[in-house]
């Protein structure tokens, strides 16, 4: 493995714990229970089904999108409005409203990943 490289490593068994930690991402296959093998991995599928390990790999990347995308509207509207209050065009109060409008569309965007 060259520097940078990242290793997926999928297992099933207690033998497989020590390569599921040492792995870039470790995934375990934990249909009856997986016990160290769980604890060690990063992710969980909760069936044996290797099928199963492509549609957790979209569905961390899409989660990952949404939550990179929540940060920066957060952050950008919430940057915009410090601006318009240092300014004086926004009042202390118009401004706590304003940042809680910003909190509950930004959590109900992240309400997305869940689909």
Known sequence: MQHGESVLMV???TNDAPALSAATIGVAL???GGGITAEAADVVVLV???ARVPEAMRISR???H???QCIAVGLGLSVVGMIAA???ILAPTAGALVQEGIDL???LNALRASR
Do not use: E
Request: hydrophobic residues 50%; proline residues 0%; glycine residues 20%.
């Open 66 to 68: 949404i939550a990179r």
């Open 62 to 64: 899409r989660t990952v």
């Open 105 to 107: 569309a930004v959590i």
């Open 11 to 13: 297992g099933d068994g």
């Open 48 to 50: 044996d089904d290797l």
């Open 86 to 88: 240092a300014a004086g």
């Open 30 to 32: 934990a249909g009856h």
